[in-house]
């Protein structure tokens, strides 16, 4: 996967993030920056998840992406 794509996308992508994980503050969209690491994160942080299943779910939102 090429995650520089949501990386320079962003601000365009935020709300799209948001609709998906909604636990997720501005605060944290600003922090996070659209770098996967960051993004991980928050949402084990936020949700409370395994590292594995947040990964899955990264990746699936990301596959579901009309690019």
Do not use: F, H, P
């Not at 994980?21 to 770098?35: F, N, Q, Y």
């Amino acid at each position: 996967m090429d995650w520089n794509r949501v990386e320079g996308n962003w601000k365009q992508l935020k709300g799209k993030v948001k609709e998906q994980w909604g636990k997720l503050t501005d605060d944290d969209l600003d922090v996070i920056a659209g770098r996967r690491e960051q993004l991980e994160g928050k949402l084990q942080e936020r949700y409370g998840l395994a590292k594995d299943k947040v990964r899955a779910d990264v990746d699936s939102w990301y596959t579901r992406q009309n690019w």
